[in-house]
């Protein structure tokens, strides 16, 4: 099995910032790409950003300058610093991984548990 824990998430006030963090655990053989998504209430799930294994990053319109993804391959973590966070950036946010958990699996993915970011105007 694989967990994902997440943690970061919290209240801030428009124009403030955050940084959300997601460290995966359990039997891994290797992670291709990690991400963020969010989903708010009536909303479907979407993405915010991805990162490679070689540091490759792809970002929504939405959150292009703001947020920064990052990896660090040698504890298995993401990151997502959020700055400049406006109301619509409210949503729970979730971590995904594309990943192998042995030499011979082939790739699945896992979610976690999701963190909830507010943005108070």
């Known amino acids: 099995q694989v967990q994902l824990q997440e943690s970061g998430g919290g209240l801030v006030q428009a124009g403030g910032s955050l940084r959300l963090s997601c460290a995966a655990s359990?039997?891994?053989?290797?992670?291709?790409?990690m991400g963020w998504y969010r989903q708010a209430p009536g909303q479907q799930r979407e993405l915010v950003a991805t990162i490679t294994s070689s540091g490759t990053s792809n970002y929504a319109d939405s959150v292009k300058g703001r947020f920064t993804i990052s990896r660090d391959n040698a504890k298995n973590t993401v990151y997502l610093q959020m700055n400049s966070l406006e109301p619509e950036d409210t949503a729970v946010y979730y971590c995904h991984v594309q990943l192998r958990r042995t030499a011979w699996a082939t790739e699945s993915t896992s979610w976690g548990q999701g963190t909830q970011v507010t943005v108070s105007s």
């Open positions: 359990g039997r891994i053989f290797s992670i291709n790409k």
